[in-house]
C-alpha cells in the first residue's frame, strides 16, 4: 500500500485521500467495508471456495460411476451430490466468481473510485454469503436438495419428496437472486453513472460489455426463477396447484419459467468469461483484439437470442413442431455470434505475436475448448438430433466443455492475470504452466470420452449404470481424468498461497498491459484513482505506442476530489462530468439487512411465523435507516488538479 | 295442540305453494297431459298396499279419495311407531289386510303391526341378525329399500347377502337362502319383488367390484330358479335365441365380454338395486342394472354392457328379451338401476306400449316395452355431461371436456354420481296422465383415481364435491310432475334439500312426497301447488303409502329416517338427525282409540327370534 | 496434431459407439435411421470445424513471424476479411444444418402410414405400464416393462405418466418423448426386423432413475399376433394353491393376475410375468434365482423401489418364486 | 486481524466436518428408513386382538409410533390410505363415508397409535378388512402416521379415554380405571 508508487499528486494529497477512503481497522471494519476491491475479492475467495466443495462432490460421484453397479454411494446420496454440485457450481460458483472479477475490475476499468452503490454491493455480497451457508445448511441435515438443479416438478412437489430438501433449494434460490438482481442493478448504473469522463461506450473493455449484458440479462431472467420457486414453495406448503394437474397446474409451467431463466443465465455465465479473454488474451499477443465492435456487437446479440432459444431444453416434451423448429432455428442462429468472438481471438494470435506465459496458456486452451463445447452445442440444436442426444452424456461433456470451458479457463487464466494487481505479486510461472498442463489433459479425460459415453446412450443422472452398455472402461478413464483436473486446481491452490507472500513483486503494470486497471500501483490504493483519469482511447496505456490518433488520455492531471468521499458522475451516453458523487462510508447495515433476511428465510423454511416477522421487522427498520435522507450528491463544480 | 299444528301446517302450506314455481296456464277441463293409462295388475285389494309400488307397472297409485284436495288441509298425525335403528329408512310399509309389516334397516328387523287395535301394536316382530361386516360394505348406508308380500309370506334382503322369508302370521323364518358373499363386497338392499310366483331379488356393490346378478326365487322354499348376469358371457347373462335388442349396436355375440378389457368383466358390477316391474300380458319383467366398476372409465375402454342399462327378461327362464343401455361407457358412475314405469300411452298420435324411466344420467326416457327402442329421450333437469340425444342410435352424445382423466380435475360436471334422481321411485296418475318425480339439482367437482381391485374393498376412485346447480346457496332439489309422451316438464316446486322419499298419486287428486330436511308435502296433481305440509321428527326418504284402516278412513303413512344418499348432503344448514320413525295421518287425526279401561289382559305382541 | 491424432481416434471409437446397445448412431428402424444420418452428417460438420479451427489456432500460435518490437501486427483489415470469409462459411453450414434438421423433422411427423398397433405406454416410479389398445375393448391388456411390438410396420405409442416427469426412450428406434403427467404425447417407432432393443428412463424420475429400463422385442408380424392372444388368456392356473393364496395374501393388494381375484394396480400386472425378459424394470434376468432375491430383498436390489420388503417365509418365496416363474 | 482469521478460519474446517459429518450420518439414516429396519421389532412387541373389547386385560403399553421419526412417513402413508382404497370408505379427506370418519375424535376402536395399528392390521368388525398380511408392518405404521396426522388422534397420555371412549378423561384422572 505505498502511496509513493503513484505518480503526479503530492503525498500529502494522497495521504489525505487514503484517510478518506482507508477501510476502518479492526473487526468494525472487516464487517462493515463497502471498498468493491475487499468485496471483490470476498467474491473470489467464497466462490473458489465453493469452486472446491462442488468439485469435491463432483469427485465423490466420479468414484460412484467408476464402474458399473458400484455401491459406494445410496441413490438418495448421489441424488443430493449431483443437485448440490449442479446448485453449487451453477449458482455458488460460477456466477459469483464472476461478480468477483467484476466487483474488483470494474471501478478501475472504468477510471471510477467505487461502484455507484458501495453499500449495495456489501449487501449483494452478504446475501450471496448466506445464501450459500443456507442451501449448505441442508447438508448437516441429511436432506440436501436432490431434485436436480433443474428442480422439475413434479418429482420436487411435497407428494414425490416430503422432506425440506426442496424447500431449502426453493428458498435458497429466491434468497440468492436477490444478490443476483442487487449486484445486477449496481453494475448497470456503475456502466451509466460511474465511468471516468471520456470512456463512451466504444471504449469499453469487452469484460465491462460481457458483465453488462450478463447482468441486464439477470435483471430480466432471475425473476423468472424466483417466481418459479415461489410458487413451488406455495404449492409444497401452502398446497396451491400452480404445478399440480390435480388442481389443474401445469407440470410445463416450471420448465418453462425454469429455462427461460435458465438459459440466458448459462450465457449470463459465459459472456464475462469470453470478456476476460478479449481483454487479457490481446496482451499476450502484444496487439489490439482484432475486431473489438464486431466482437462488442456478438457479446450483446448473443444475450439478446438467448432469451430467444429456452425451448431448446425441452424438444421433447411433446411441444407442437412448428413451434419446436422456430425454436432449433433460433439456437442454429446464436453460433453466430461466437463463431464471431472466436475468429477474432484466432485473428489475433494470428496477427499478433503470442507471449507464452501462463494466462496466455489458458486463454488459448480456453478457444479449443470453446469451439469444442460449441459445436457440441450445434449438434443438440438440432431438434431432431436432440431427441436423441439430450439427456445423456452428450449434454454433460457439452455443458462441461462449455461452463469449465468458458467459465473456468479464463477465470483461472483471470487469476493468474490479475494476481499481481490484487496482491502486488507475481504468481509462480513455472508452477503455473504445470497447472495449466494438468488441468487441460485432465479436463480433456474428463470430459471428451462423455462425448462418446454419450453417443452410446448413457443417460445423465444416473447413480448407476449397467455393465450392458458397454460403458465402464469410458468411465474410469473420465473418473481417473476428473482427479487429474482436481489436481491441477489443486495446484492453483498452492500456487496462489505461495505467491502472496513469496512471489515476485509485481509493479503496477507487469504484463504492459493497455487498460486503465494497470495505471495504478499493486495492489491499488483504497481510492483507486488520485485523480479522476480522462480517457481519449480504448487502450490508455498504450496509445503513445499504437499511436491511433491524436488524442491522448490524461491519467495524472484531473479531478482530485478530496473533500470527502467523493467521485465523479457523468453523464450517461457523453461521459461528460455531471456531478460529484458522495460515496457513503463503512456502514454494518449490509451486513445486518443480510442477517435480517437469513431470518425471515429461515422462518420460511420452517414456516415459523413468528421468526418470519421477527426478520421482517429487523430488515425493514435496517432499510429505514438506510434510506434515511443523507446528502447523495453534489452539484459543486469540482476542482481541477494539474 | 293439534289445530295449532293444522295452523301451522297450513300457514306453512300457504307460503311453500308461494315459493312454488308459478304452474303453467291449467289444461281445460281437466284433461290427461299425456293420455297415459295402466293396468294396475297386482294391486291387492282398493284399500290395501300389498307391493312396494302397490302394482306391476310401479305406478304407486291409489284409488283412494277420501282424503282430497278439499279436506287435505285437515290431516294430522293419527299415530307413530319407533324402531329405534339409525340407518336411512328407504321402503314402504305394506298393508296387507288389517296388518301393517315393516322392516327396518340393518340389522333388518321386521314388525306386523295389528291395525284393527289402537296403533302401534306389535303383531310379532322378527330378528335375523345378518352379518356386521355388511355395515362397512353398503355403500349408501345399510338401508332397506323395501320388501314383499307374497302367498303368505314376507320376503326380504338382509343386508349380509341374504334373502328371507318370514310366516306372515306368525313371524316365523321360513326360510333363507345366502345369494352371495358379503366379505367380497356384496350386500343386498333392494326391495324383493314378487311377480309370477316367483321372487325376484339382486344385488347391491357396484363400487365394491362384484359382479352384479338378478336372481329368481321359487316363494315357497327359497330355491334358486335362475340367475342372470349383467356382465360376463351371454351363458351367464341369459342372453339365447330370443334376444333381440333394438339397436344393432347391442346385438352380438358375448357383448358382456366383448366390450371389457380382457377379464375385466370379472369385477364389472353392474348390480341390481332398483325396483322390478312386470308386464304381465307379455311376461316380461324389466329392471336396472348399475354402474361399471371400477367408477374409473379410463381403467375399463369399451361400452361396458350390460352395465347402466335395462333388461327385459321373461320371468320363468330369465332370458332376456330384449336390453338397452342408457349410458355406454359410464363415467360418471350414473347407473340405470331406476325403476321402469309401465304405461300405455299415445305417441305421435299412436298407442304405444311404453315404459318410463328416468335415468341418473338426467335424460327421461319413454321406450317402446315391447322391444327396447326409445321413443322419447328428453332431460327432465340441468345436466351438462351431455350435448344431446342422438335417437337414430339411441346413444346420448357426450360432452369430450367432461369425460373424466385421472389425477385431473372436473370442476362442474352435472349431474353428479346420483343424478338428478337417485332410486327414489315416482308415482303415476291416470287421471293427469303425469308422473310426479323428487328431483335434485346438483353438480359435482370430480378427480378420479385409478383403483387396484382388492377384494372387499371399494373398487370406486371418484373423489367428489358435489354442490347446487345454481351455486353456494342455491336449491339441492325438487318435486316435479312429467309428461311422458310429450317429454315435458309440467310443474315443478323448488327444495332446498334433495328430494329423496319416494312419491304417491292417488284418486283424489294429490300426490304426497317427503323431503330430507323432514317436511311431509301434499300438492295438487294439477297444478303442484302445496295444500299441506308437516314437519316431521327426522328427513323422509321413505316412499309414502296410503290404506283404508279396518275402520274404513283413508291413511297416509310414511317412514322417517334420513340416511342413504341423501347424507351427502349432511354438512349442510338445516339438515335434520337420525332416527326412523313411522308416522300415519288421518284427517283430524282420528284412528281407532283405546277401550275405555286399558286392558291388562292384552296379548303380550309374538316374537319369533332365530335362536 | 494432438488434436488431429484425438479426433482419428475419436472417429474409430464412434463406429464402437454405434454398436453399444443404446447407441443411436445406427438406427435399427426409419425414424432412427433418419436421425442417425442426421447424426452423422452434424458430427462430421462438428469434427471438421473443431478439427480446422484447432488447426488454425494452433498454426496461428506457432507461425513464423517477422521479429519485431513494440506493439501491433498484422492489418486488421484482412483479418476483419478472413473473419468474414469464416463467418459466411459457419452460416452456410448453419443454414443447411438447420434446412437438413427440418427436413428430417417432417419426415419424422409423417403420419401417412396408418400404424399397426396403438399401444399406451405409462411411466411410473419406477417401471413402465404396457397397454394394448384395441377397437374390441377385450383385446386389450396390461402388461410391464416389456413392449413387445410387430416388426415392419408402425407402432403408435400414447405416452403418459402416473407420477412424476419420465422420458421414454429406445435410442435404436426413435428419438425421445417424455412422458408428462397430465398430458398425453404421442411418438411412433417402428422396427426394421424382429430383434430386442433397449429402452431406458431419460428424464430424472427420482431416486431410482438410474434403475428404469424396459425392453422392446419385436417379434414378426404373425408372431406378434400369436403372442397378443397368448395374452389374453387368463394366467394359468397353478395347481398349488398354497401358493396362489400367498399370493393373495401378500402380494394381490398391489399386483394383478388375470384368473385370480387379484387386481392391484400399483406394481406390474403379473399375468404372464413368467414370459418376461426381466424383472424390477429391466435391471435382472428372469429366472428363478432372481425372483427370489428380488422377493426376499427388494430394497436391497433397488433401495427406495416401492416394492416393499415382505418378510417372507423361506417356504412362501419358495412357493411364489416357483408360481410366479410359472405364469408363462 | 490475524486472530480474526485464525478463528474464522478454524470455524470454517469446523463446519465442514460437521456438515460432511451430519451429512453423511443424516442421509444414512434417512435411507435406513427406506430399507424398512426399525420397524419390525416394534411390531413383534404388539399385543394382538381386539383392544376395545378387553378392557379388563392389560392395556398394551404406550408405543410410540415407529414411523414417526421418518419424515416421509404421512406423505407415504396418505398415498398408501389412498391406493389402498381406504380413501373408498373413510373418504378422500378422511371425513367418512361408508366407514368412519377419521378426523373426529370418537373412535370406536382407540385412538392410539397402537390401537389405530391394530383396526388396520387386524380388521374391525363393522367391514373393516384386515391388512395385517397385505401390507408390511412399515406400511401400516405409515397409515397409522397419517391418520395421527389427521388431528383426531388421542395424546399418548389420553389412552384411557381412548379405550373407555369417555373425552372428559383427557388422561387426567389415570387413576379412576385402577379403582374400579
Given at each position: ?9 503530492p503525498?500529502n ?40 466443495v ?11 460411476l467408476?464402474?458399473?453397479g ?86 420436487t412437489?411435497?407428494?414425490?419428496d ?12 429466491i ?16 456502466l ?18 460481457g ?12 425473476p ?14 401452502y ?22 431463466f ?31 465492435t464486431?466482437?462488442?456487437?456478438s ?23 412448428v ?5 432449433s ?23 499478433g ?57 479464463p ?11 490484487i ?28 462425448h462418446?459415453?454419450?453417443l452410446?446412450g448413457?443417460?445423465?443422472r444416473?447413480?448407476?449404470?449397467s455393465?450392458?452398455?458397454g ?14 483436473f ?41 481510492y ?8 481519449a ?8 505506442r499504437?499511436d ?35 460515496m ?5 447495515l ?7 433476511m ?17 426478520g ?27 | ?25 291449467a ?26 309400488a ?19 288441509a285437515?290431516?294430522?298425525i ?7 335403528t ?20 340393518y340389522?333388518?328387523?321386521?314388525y306386523?303391526?295389528?291395525l284393527t287395535?289402537?296403533s ?75 311377480a ?8 347391491s ?11 329368481a ?40 365380454v366383448?366390450?371389457w ?6 369385477t ?33 375402454p ?33 347407473d ?22 328416468f ?6 326416457y319413454?321406450i317402446d316395452r ?34 373424466p ?6 370442476d ?107 317436511w ?21 326418504i321413505?316412499q ?8 274404513g ?15 351427502v348432503?349432511?354438512s ?35 316374537t319369533?327370534?332365530?335362536? | ?18 454398436r ?14 433418419s436421425?442417425?444420418?442426421?447424426g452423422?452428417g ?7 470445424v ?10 496461428s ?24 470469409v ?9 443454414l443447411?444444418?438447420?434446412v ?11 403420419t401417412?402410414?396408418a ?7 405409462t ?11 384395441s377397437?374390441?375393448p377385450?383385446?386389450?391388456?396390461s ?13 403408435q ?31 411412433r417407432?417402428?422396427a ?15 431416486m ?15 408372431d ?47 399375468s ?28 436391497g ?28 | 486481524m ?14 465442514i ?43 398394551p ?9 421418518d ?19 373413510h373418504?378422500?379427506d378422511?371425513?367418512?363415508?361408508m ?39 412399515r ?37 379412576a380405571?385402577?379403582?374400579?
Open positions: 500500500m505505498t502511496i509513493e508508487a503513484v505518480q503526479g499528486l503525498a494529497e494522497r495521504r489525505r485521500l487514503f484517510d478518506i477512503w482507508e477501510t476502518a481497522p479492526g473487526l468494525y471494519g472487516w464487517l462493515a467495508t463497502v471498498d468493491h476491491k475487499k468485496i471483490g475479492i470476498r467474491y473470489l475467495c467464497t466462490a473458489f471456495f465453493f469452486l472446491i462442488g468439485g469435491v462432490e463432483a469427485l465423490t460421484m466420479r468414484i460412484q467408476a464402474q458399473p458400484l455401491k459406494l454411494l445410496s441413490p438418495e446420496a448421489y441424488n443430493q451430490l449431483f443437485s448440490m454440485h449442479g446448485v453449487t457450481m451453477i449458482f455458488l460458483y460460477a456466477l459469483p466468481m464472476l461478480s468477483g472479477f467484476s466487483n474488483y475490475l470494474w471501478p478501475l476499468l472504468l477510471g471510477s473510485r467505487d461502484m455507484a452503490f458501495p453499500r449495495l454491493n456489501a449487501l449483494s455480497y452478504w446475501v450471496y454469503l448466506f445464501a450459500g451457508i443456507f442451501l449448505y445448511i441442508s447438508f448437516p441435515l441429511g436432506q440436501a436438495p436432490n431434485g436436480g438443479w433443474f428442480n422439475y416438478v413434479p418429482n412437489e411435497l407428494q414425490y416430503p422432506g425440506i430438501n426442496i424447500d431449502i433449494y426453493s428458498l435458497g434460490l434468497f440468492l437472486g436477490i444478490s443476483t438482481v442487487v449486484g445486477s442493478a449496481n453494475f448497470v448504473v456503475t451509466l453513472r460511474c465511468r471516468a469522463p471520456g470512456m463512451s461506450v466504444n471504449r469499453l473493455p469487452i469484460l465491462v460489455w458483465t453488462l449484458t450478463a447482468s441486464v440479462a439477470n435483471l430480466l431472467a432471475v423468472a426463477v424466483s417466481l418459479a420457486c415461489f410458487l413451488l414453495w406455495m404449492d409444497r406448503r398446497y396451491t396447484h400452480f404445478y399440480a394437474i390435480s388442481g389443474g397446474g401445469q407440470p410445463l409451467l416450471w420448465q418453462h419459467l425454469f429455462w427461460v435458465g438459459h440466458p443465465w448459462v450465457y449470463a455465465l459465459v459472456l464475462p468469461g469470453m470478456g476476460i479473454v478479449s481483454d487479457a488474451l490481446p496482451v499476450f499477443c502484444r496487439r489490439p483484439l482484432v475486431g473489438y464486431l466482437v462488442a456487437i457479446t450483446v446479440s448473443t444475450m439478446i437470442l438467448g432469451f430467444g432459444v429456452w425451448v431448446h431444453h425441452m424438444f421433447a416434451t411433446g411441444l407442437p413442431i413451434a419446436l423448429s422456430f425454436f432455428a433460433a439456437s442454429f442462429v446464436i453460433a453466430i455470434p461466437s463463431a464471431i468472438a472466436v475468429f477474432a481471438w484466432i485473428a489475433t494470435i494470428w496477427t505475436r503470442p507471449q507464452f506465459k501462463t494466462p496466455f496458456l489458458f486463454f488459448a486452451g480456453f478457444v479449443l475448448l470453446f469451439v469444442i463445447g460449441g459445436v457440441s452445442g450445434f449438434m443438440t440444436a438440432s431438434v431432431a438430433l436432440d431427441w436423441q442426444l439430450t439427456d445423456t452424456y452428450f449434454i454433460v461433456a457439452h455443458l462441461h466443455y462449455v461452463l469449465l470451458g468458458i467459465n473456468v479457463f477465470v483461472v487464466g483471470g487469476i493468474h492475470f490479475w494476481f499481481p494487481k496482491t502486488g505479486r507475481m504468481m509462480d510461472e513455472r508452477l503455473g504452466k504445470w497447472t495449466f498442463w494438468t488441468m487441460f489433459v485432465g479436463f480433456n479425460l474428463a470430459f471428451f470420452p462423455m462418446l459415453i454419450g452410446m448413457m443417460p445423465r444416473v447413480y448407476t449404470y455393465a450392458e452398455l460403458v465402464g472402461g469410458y468411465n474410469l478413464l473420465i473418473s481417473f481424468g476428473a482427479f487429474l482436481a489436481a491441477g486446481i489443486l495446484l492453483l491452490l498452492i500456487n496462489i498461497i505461495r505467491s502472496r507472500t513469496e512471489g515476485a513483486v509485481a509493479g503496477p503494470n507487469p504484463w504492459d498491459a493497455p487498460t486503465l486497471e494497470w495505471s495504478v500501483s499493486s495492489p491499488p490504493p483504497p483507486n484513482f488520485a485523480v479522476i483519469p480522462v480517457i482511447s480504448r487502450h490508455p496505456l498504450w496509445e503513445d499504437l491511433e490518433t491524436p488524442d491522448r488520455s490524461t491519467i495524472h492531471r484531473g479531478l482530485v476530489l478530496d473533500e470527502g468521499k467523493e467521485t465523479v458522475g457523468i453523464t450517461v451516453l457523453d461521459a461528460e462530468p455531471d456531478v460529484i458523487l458522495k457513503p462510508a463503512d456502514s454494518l449490509p451486513l445486518l439487512a443480510a442477517l435480517g437469513m431470518v425471515i428465510f429461515s422462518g420460511m423454511l420452517f414456516i415459523n411465523y413468528w421468526v418470519m416477522a421477527a421482517a421487522l429487523w430488515t425493514g427498520l435496517v432499510l429505514l435507516v438506510w434510506l434515511a435522507p443523507r446528502d447523495h450528491a453534489s452539484t459543486e463544480r469540482p476542482t481541477v488538479y494539474g | 295442540m293439534r289445530s295449532l299444528f293444522g295452523a301451522v301446517g297450513l300457514a306453512f302450506a300457504w307460503a311453500s305453494s308461494a315459493i312454488a314455481q308459478a304452474p303453467p296456464p289444461p281445460s277441463a281437466h284433461t290427461s297431459y299425456s293420455g297415459a293409462s295402466a293396468t294396475f295388475d297386482g294391486a291387492g285389494k282398493r284399500g290395501e298396499w300389498t307391493s312396494q302397490r302394482d306391476y307397472a310401479n305406478t304407486r297409485y291409489s284409488p283412494l279419495n277420501q282424503i282430497n284436495a278439499g279436506n287435505v285437515t290431516l294430522k293419527a299415530w307413530t311407531f319407533s324402531d329405534g339409525q340407518y336411512g329408512h328407504e321402503g314402504a310399509p305394506l298393508v296387507v289386510g288389517d296388518t301393517m309389516y315393516l322392516v327396518t334397516p340389522p333388518n328387523i321386521a306386523a303391526l295389528d287395535k289402537p302401534p301394536s306389535i303383531k310379532w316382530s322378527f330378528q335375523p341378525n345378518p352379518s356386521p361386516t355388511a355395515i362397512g360394505k353398503a355403500c349408501c348406508d345399510a338401508v332397506l329399500r323395501g320388501w314383499a308380500y307374497a302367498d303368505g309370506k314376507l320376503i326380504y334382503n338382509l343386508l349380509d347377502a341374504h334373502t328371507v322369508a318370514v310366516d306372515a302370521q306368525t313371524g316365523k323364518e321360513l326360510w333363507r337362502a345366502k345369494m352371495d358373499d358379503v366379505d367380497k363386497g356384496v350386500t343386498m338392499t333392494m326391495s324383493a319383488f314378487a309370477d310366483g316367483k321372487v325376484f331379488v339382486g344385488n356393490g357396484g363400487e365394491m367390484g362384484v359382479n352384479g346378478w338378478l336372481a326365487l321359487d316363494i315357497g322354499t327359497g330355491k334358486e330358479l335362475w340367475r342372470a348376469h349383467a356382465v360376463g358371457p351371454d351363458k351367464d347373462v341369459l342372453i339365447g335365441q330370443g334376444f333381440n335388442p333394438f339397436y344393432p349396436w347391442m346385438k352380438g355375440k358375448d357383448l358382456g366383448t366390450t378389457p380382457a377379464d375385466m368383466w370379472h364389472g358390477a353392474g348390480s341390481s338395486w332398483g325396483f322390478i316391474s312386470y308386464d304381465p300380458e307379455q311376461k316380461l319383467v324389466f329392471y336396472g342394472t348399475s354402474n361399471p366398476g371400477p367408477r374409473v372409465p379410463a381403467q375399463r369399451g361400452d361396458n354392457l350390460w352395465t347402466s342399462a335395462m333388461f327385459a327378461r321373461d320371468p320363468a327362464t330369465g332370458q332376456a328379451k330384449w336390453a338397452y343401455q342408457f349410458t355406454p361407457h359410464d363415467q360418471w358412475d350414473y340405470g338401476i331406476n325403476e321402469a314405469v309401465l304405461l300405455d300411452m299415445p305417441i305421435d298420435g299412436k298407442m304405444q306400449k311404453t315404459l318410463v324411466h335415468d341418473r344420467n338426467t335424460y327421461a319413454t315391447t322391444n327396447g327402442e326409445v321413443l322419447v329421450a328428453k332431460n327432465f333437469a340441468y345436466q351438462n355431461w351431455s350435448t344431446g340425444f342422438d335417437m337414430k342410435t339411441g346413444r346420448p352424445i357426450v360432452d369430450p371436456a367432461l369425460e382423466k385421472p389425477g385431473v380435475k372436473l362442474r360436471v352435472c349431474p353428479p354420481d346420483i343424478g338428478q334422481k337417485d332410486w327414489e321411485p315416482p308415482a303415476f296418475s291416470p287421471n293427469t296422465g303425469l308422473l310426479y318425480v323428487g328431483v335434485f339439482n346438483i353438480c359435482m367437482g370430480l378427480t378420479d383415481h385409478e383403483v387396484s381391485y382388492i377384494p372387499g374393498t371399494p373398487y370406486d376412485g371418484m373423489e367428489m364435491q358435489r354442490f347446487s346447480v345454481d351455486g353456494k346457496d342455491g336449491n339441492w332439489g325438487g318435486f316435479i310432475a312429467w309428461d311422458p309422451a310429450h317429454g315435458k316438464k309440467v310443474w315443478e316446486i323448488p327444495e332446498k334439500f334433495m328430494v329423496m322419499s319416494g312419491a304417491i298419486a292417488t284418486a283424489g287428486d294429490l300426490v304426497f312426497y317427503g323431503t330430507t330436511d323432514g311431509f308435502r301434499a300438492a295438487d296433481a294439477w297444478t303442484g301447488k302445496i295444500l299441506w305440509s308437516q314437519k316431521l321428527g327426522s328427513g323422509v321413505g309414502p303409502i296410503t290404506y283404508t284402516g279396518p275402520d278412513r283413508q291413511y297416509v303413512a310414511v317412514a322417517t329416517g334420513v340416511g342413504g344418499a341423501a347424507m348432503q349432511k349442510r344448514a338445516g339438515f335434520p338427525p337420525r332416527g326412523n320413525t313411522l308416522y300415519v295421518f288421518s284427517l283430524n287425526g282420528d284412528a281407532i282409540q283405546a277401550p275405555e279401561s286399558p286392558s291388562s289382559g292384552s296379548t303380550a305382541p309374538a319369533a327370534t332365530p335362536q | 496434431m494432438k488434436r488431429a491424432v484425438a479426433g482419428l481416434f475419436s472417429l474409430l471409437m464412434l463406429s464402437n459407439c454405434a453399444a446397445p443404446l447407441g443411436y448412431l445406427d438406427g435399427a428402424g426409419p425414424a432412427a435411421r436421425i442417425a444420418s442426421l452423422w452434424l458430427l462430421g460438420i462438428s469434427v471438421a473443431c478439427l480446422i479451427t484447432g488447426a488454425l489456432l494452433v498454426f500460435i506457432f507461425r513464423r513471424r517477422s521479429q519485431t518490437d513494440g506493439l501491433g501486427g498484422g492489418d486488421d483489415r484482412s483479418a476483419l476479411r478472413w473473419i468474414g469464416g463467418l459466411s462459411i459457419t452460416t452456410v453450414l448453419l443447411a444444418s438447420a437438413w434438421t427440418l427436413w428430417t423433422v417432417r419426415g419424422l411427423s409423417d401417412s402410414r400404424a399397426a398397433v396403438t399401444i399406451d405406454v411411466g411410473q416410479q419406477w417401471w413402465w405400464e404396457v397397454r394394448y389398445r377397437d374390441t377385450s383385446r386389450e391388456f402388461t410391464a416393462n416389456d413392449l413387445v411390438i410387430p416388426a415392419g410396420v408402425p407402432v405409442l400414447n405416452l403418459r405418466s402416473r407420477d412424476v416427469v419420465h422420458s421414454f426412450w429406445v435410442p435404436k428406434l426413435a428419438g425421445k418423448m417424455d412422458m408428462i403427467p397430465g398430458q398425453t404425447n404421442r411418438i417407432i417402428e426394421d426386423r424382429p430383434g430386442i432393443y433397449r429402452g431406458q428412463c431419460s428424464e430424472f424420475c427420482g431410482q432413475h438410474a434403475q428404469m429400463a424396459f425392453f422392446v422385442i419385436a417379434l414378426a408380424p404373425a406378434f399376433q400369436t403372442w397378443w392372444n397368448h395374452q389374453l388368456e387368463p394366467a394359468r392356473s397353478d395347481p398349488d394353491a398354497a401358493a396362489q393364496q400367498t399370493f393373495m395374501e401378500h402380494c394381490a393388494a398391489c399386483h394383478a393376475i388375470r384368473g385370480l381375484s387379484a387386481g392391484g394396480i400399483l406394481g406390474p400386472n403379473l404372464h410375468f413368467g414370459s418376461r425378459r426381466t424383472i424390477a424394470a429391466g435391471i435382472l434376468p428372469n429366472d428363478s434365482r432372481n425372483i427370489a432375491l428380488w422377493l426376499r430383498d427388494s430394497q436390489v433397488k433401495p427406495g423401489s416401492k416394492m416393499p420388503e415382505l418378510h417372507l417365509a423361506a417356504n412362501e418365496v419358495d412357493t411364489l418364486t416357483a408360481y410366479l416363474e410359472g405364469l408363462k | 490475524k486472530l480474526a482469521r485464525l478463528i474464522l478460519g478454524g470455524i470454517l474446517i469446523a463446519a466436518a460437521a456438515g460432511v459429518t451430519g451429512w453423511i450420518l443424516a442421509s444414512q439414516n434417512a435411507y435406513s428408513h427406506l430399507m424398512g429396519a426399525g420397524y419390525d421389532s416394534t411390531s413383534t412387541m404388539l399385543p394382538l386382538g381386539d383392544v376395545a373389547g378387553q378392557s379388563a386385560s392389560t392395556p403399553a404406550d408405543v410410540a409410533n415407529p414411523a414417526s421419526s419424515p416421509n412417513a404421512v406423505a407415504e402413508g396418505h398415498k398408501l390410505f389412498i391406493s389402498m382404497n381406504c380413501a373408498g370408505c373418504g378422500y378422511a371425513k367418512g363415508g366407514g368412519p370418519d377419521l378426523t373426529d375424535t370418537y373412535w370406536r376402536y382407540g385412538g392410539t397409535p397402537t390401537q389405530i395399528y391394530q383396526s388396520i392390521a387386524s380388521g374391525r368388525p363393522k367391514g373393516m378388512p384386515s391388512w395385517g398380511k397385505k401390507l408390511p408392518a406400511s401400516i405404521w405409515q397409515l397409522t402416521a397419517y391418520i395421527q396426522s389427521l388431528g383426531g388422534s388421542f395424546p399418548a397420555n389420553a389412552y384411557q379415554a381412548a379405550v373407555q371412549g369417555d373425552l372428559a378423561d383427557k388422561g387426567q384422572n389415570k387413576g380405571s385402577d379403582q374400579q
